[in-house]
T-cell receptor
Framework: EPEVTQTPSHQVTQMGQEVILRCVPISNHLYFYWYRQILGQKVEFLVSFYNNEISEKSEIFDDQFSVERPDGSNFTLKIRSTKLEDSAMYFC???????????FGSGTRLTVV | SQQGEEDPQALSIQEGENATMNCSYK?????LQWYRQNSGRGLVHLIL?????REKHSGRLRVTLDTSKKSSSLLITASRAADTASYFCATGRNTGNQFYFGTGTSLTVIP
């Protein structure tokens, strides 16, 4: 069964450093998303991406965040200058035309120290 | 806020019993999905129900949706220890947009 693949599974970074979280969506999917989940809290929407541009973003997705689909297969989330409060599990998701086809990756656990 | 709220927050049952989790939301929706998350792991899509549907089944799962009450329920029948996980509802308004997740119900099935 097709999967959304996220790497790395766990990343530890120093506060103020830049991090790039990588995702390989399902190959024929058209819509891409990033969500995050701070430990013990609900899953929060960050951004959606369609047709090579951001279609929607939340208040969390400020100027420190950016997304890119550099080569038609990878979908990345960059945090320019990490803060302690960015520590969370980050989930990538993708889907095709059908809403039922929404698939999440296993997540990247980001720890900012 | 459109975010769903699950009830109860935690549920502990014996293996073989049925587990029922509820979700309430505030605004009109296009669809509602249920997800499962094992501790520290990713989100697994379980089932989607559209706003014009009232009930849907998938294996041991049964989902109902009452749009007049803005609520949904997830029933897991004949529970197994492997069903132990957190269960989230997520509501969607339009096909391309984000989903709003609830806080989840933590289900423990005791062998």
């Amino acid at each position: 069964e097709p999967e959304v693949t996220q790497t790395p599974s766990h990343q530890v970074t120093q506060m103020g450093q830049e991090v790039i979280l990588r995702c390989v969506p399902i190959s024929n999917h058209l819509y891409f998303y990033w969500y995050r989940q701070i430990l013990g809290q609900k899953v929060e929407f960050l951004v959606s991406f369609y047709n090579n541009e951001i279609s929607e973003k939340s208040e969390i997705f400020d100027d420190q965040f950016s997304v890119e689909r550099p080569d038609g297969s990878n979908f990345t989330l960059k945090i320019r200058s990490t803060k302690l409060e960015d520590s969370a599990m980050y989930f990538c998701a993708s889907r095709g035309q059908a809403v039922e086809g929404y698939t999440f990756g296993s997540g990247t656990r980001l720890t900012v120290v | 806020s459109q975010q769903g709220e699950e009830d109860p927050q935690a549920l502990s049952i014996q293996e073989g019993e049925n587990a029922t989790m509820n979700c309430s939301y505030k605004t009109s929706i296009n669809n509602l999905q249920w997800y499962r998350q094992n501790s520290g792991r990713g989100l697994v899509h379980l089932i989607l129900i559209r706003s014009n549907e009232r009930e849907k089944h998938s294996g041991r799962l049964r989902v109902t949706l009452d749009t007049s009450k803005k609520s949904s329920s997830l029933l897991i029948t004949a529970s197994r220890a492997a069903d132990t996980a957190s269960y989230f509802c997520a509501t969607g308004r339009n096909t391309g947009n984000q989903f709003y997740f609830g806080t989840g119900t933590s289900l423990t099935v005791i062998p």
